[in-house]
């Protein structure tokens, strides 16, 4: 069984303590993994159920160290797509020395993780994309919120919230911010917001398109 799988599901596969691991590389660095406990229902069609997985995306340039896990994922071999059936947990976090560490290596230092709850997401492992058009709870060490839609750009490592943006500030200049649509991005490293809307204590602001810098 396990000798059939790598040819049929196109990754690079090994079995481990704790089950599988599927991994693609552009042939110097990792560039995404795939753990699964168990592999179940192998079919004629190319198709599989994974369970208790943990997506990690290293990026190509190993900058990246996100994470997307969940209970249970179905492989598609046709599409590419590895979809979650249920509840999706995402953490997003950047790893700036990734290159000069071991391949696959942990960052040494986990800082501001962007942590995401979503469902029914689905990864592509032919372009490292993932997405769904669910809502999206979000939390940072300064905001929380949710919006409507996910894309995330494994190529650009850009992550896009589709709609109905909604989020809560804290701190001292507590405030509340709704968008329709927002993107962040990696180089440069910023927020962009369509239409937003501030409202704090001292009054509200508005705009059509407002750019955060990210320190």
């Known amino acids: 069984m396990l000798k059939e799988v790598p040819n049929k599901l196109g990754f690079d596969i090994k079995q481990t303590a704790a089950g599988f691991q599927f991994s693609k590389s552009d042939g110097k660095r990792t560039l995404f993994t795939i753990q699964a406990s168990d592999l179940k229902q192998f079919k004629l069609n190319g198709s599989a159920e994974l369970h208790n997985v943990t997506i990690v995306l290293y990026g190509r340039d190993s ?31 950047a790893n700036p020395t990734g290159l000069k560490g071991p391949d696959q290596g942990t960052p040494k230092e986990l800082k501001n993780p962007i942590h995401l709850k979503t469902r029914d997401l689905v990864f592509n492992q032919e372009t490292g994309d993932a997405s769904t058009n669910a809502r999206v709870d979000f939390q940072t060490p300064q905001a929380s919120g ?40 990696r180089d ?28």
């Open 63 to 93: 900058s990246r160290f996100d994470q997307i896990y969940g209970d249970a994922f179905t492989y598609d071999k046709k599409s590419g797509n590895v979809t979650a059936s249920g509840e999706v947990q995402i953490d997003l976090e």
């Open 146 to 185: 949710w919006a409507v839609g996910l894309h995330y750009g494994g190529k650009s490592n850009t992550l896009t919230f589709d709609s109905q943006i909604h989020v809560a500030l804290g701190g001292q200049d507590a405030a509340s911010l709704v968008a329709t649509h927002g993107t962040i991005t």
């Open 188 to 215: 440069p490293r910023v927020i962009v917001l369509e239409h937003p809307r501030l409202e704090r204590a001292a009054g509200t602001l508005q705009a059509d398109q407002a750019t955060f810098v990210i320190p």
